[in-house]
């Protein structure tokens, strides 16, 4: 946990993940606000959120503005109200830049057993947050001030502007439905969380939309949401580009992908089959040289050179599978008799790759009218693929027994 200087927060660094807090020095609301170039609006902001939260958890929460180095000063302008708000904190990020990480590092740095989220511009208006806190007082898990509730709106935004955000929304439904269709304004930056929904994942977000992850991330089951309308800004101007929608769409696929990802890396290893692919290229090595000692050097007839050179590769392959590629699966089958019957399956796997390859290019160069020397590096490359699952499957397969 980050030390509490005597006027800036120390900035949490490595991976995003929120701490559990202790029970002994905990608040019950941690409210970070998110600045960059908020200097005409900080003062003020500040001001409305204190006499809030005094009203609604006096002495019970903590402000936390975490500031990305504005060129404006921001942070020193709410570094120097430190000694007029007890429950204020400041944190002045130099070495990260972004929306969603800044809240994260916020919420990292943290002592709530809530945590929430507001924009440092007044768009926010900020007596929602009596609303939002009732929410999770009465046990949702998430509360999100939405903009398309009853009670919700937008001031004056251009059509442009409406129809970006309501364009990025369906677009979300198309991609990461499970995560954008939780909420009806899942692009909202203004939510509260309990701790204990976010504190066991890693979080990973793009640009400003630390909502999704949220969602996306979470371990989140009752979910609230409470209509606000998003004011027009007092001063400054909105930091959104068209980066922000470019960082949104990626988030977006990773939210959809990064599931299945790791479902497709546990079912097919990737660096696993890397090992085992350069295992299987040393074993052509291998079977060249025998194949040339045997024939030019002992003068053995081709065929008996070719079977011989053969198995010695495959023997190659296995010792190096068995301690290399396959090694954390072979310890956990200890003794000769285990290994032997590895072996043997590993060898007729390989028997049965080399009738496949046979067939393959067969296939290929009769049907197909590929060239030979390209249906056997076809055929090659498809057999190792399957030549690796069914081994990893088959021979090195390790059944967890309960
Ligand atoms: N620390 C930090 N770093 N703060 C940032 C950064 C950054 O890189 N970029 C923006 N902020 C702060 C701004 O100072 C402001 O307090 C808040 O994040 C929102 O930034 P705006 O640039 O004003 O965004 P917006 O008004 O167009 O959109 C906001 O409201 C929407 C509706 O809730 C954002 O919160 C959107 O994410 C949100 O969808
Ligand atoms: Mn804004």
Redesign the pocket.
């Known amino acids: 946990m980050p030390t509490l200087t005597l006027d800036l927060l120390a900035v949490p660094v490595g991976v995003l993940q929120i701490p559990s807090v202790e029970q002994v020095d905990t608040v019950l609301l941690s409210l970070v606000?998110?600045?960059?170039?908020?200097v005409g609006n900080v003062v003020l902001l500040v001001e409305k959120l204190t006499g809030l939260l005094d009203r609604i958890c006096p002495n019970d929460y903590e402000l936390i503005i975490?500031?990305?180095d504005s060129p404006d000063q921001t942070w020193e302008i709410a570094r120097s109200l430190l000694c007029e708000y007890p429950n204020l904190r400041v944190m002045r990020?130099t070495a990260e830049?972004?929306?969603s990480t800044?809240v994260i590092r916020g919420w990292q740095a943290s002592r709530g057993r809530l945590l929430g989220v507001i924009?440092?511009?007044l768009?926010?208006p900020p007596e929602v947050l009596e609303k939002l806190f009732g929410e999770l007082v009465s046990g949702s898990d998430l509360a999100v001030a939405s903009?398309h509730v009853v009670g919700g709106g937008i001031s004056e935004w251009s059509v442009f502007r409406r129809m970006t955000?309501r364009g990025a929304q369906i677009l979300g439904l198309m991609i990461a439905p499970q995560v954008v269709g939780r909420v009806s304004d899942p692009?909202?930056?203004?939510f509260m969380v309990r701790r204990s929904s976010v504190t066991n994942q890693i979080l990973n977000p793009q640009g400003?939309?630390i909502l999704l992850e949220i969602l996306g991330r979470g371990e989140i089951e009752h979910i609230s949401e409470v209509g606000y309308v998003?004011q027009e800004?007092q001063d400054?101007e909105?930091?959104?580009t068209w980066r922000q929608y470019v960082e949104y769409l990626q988030h977006l696929v990773r939210l959809r992908s990064d599931g299945r990802l790791e479902k497709f890396q546990e079912q097919f290893p990737i660096g696993r089959f890397l090992k085992f692919g350069a295992v299987g290229f040393s074993g052509v090595f291998v079977d060249l040289g025998v194949f040339w000692m045997l024939s030019n050097g002992l003068g053995l007839a081709a065929v008996t050179a070719t079977i011989l050179s053969a198995e010695v590769a495959v023997l190659n392959n296995f010792i190096w599978n068995d301690r290399w590629t396959f090694g954390d699966r072979s310890i956990q089958q200890p003794g000769r008799r285990s290994m032997v019957r590895r072996f043997l399956k590993f060898n007729v796997l390989c028997l049965v790759g080399i009738v496949l390859q046979g067939t393959l290019v067969g296939l290929m160069s009769k049907v197909a009218d590929v060239p030979a020397i390209g249906a056997k590096l076809l055929a090659i490359a498809l057999v190792m693929l399957w030549n690796f699952w069914i081994n990893l499957k088959l021979s090195w397969r390790v059944t967890d027994t309960k």
């Open positions: 606000v998110p600045t960059y170039n908020e975490v500031d990305d990020r830049r972004g929306l800044a924009d440092g511009d768009q926010h903009r955000s692009m909202s930056g203004y400003y939309k998003f800004r400054g909105s930091k959104v």
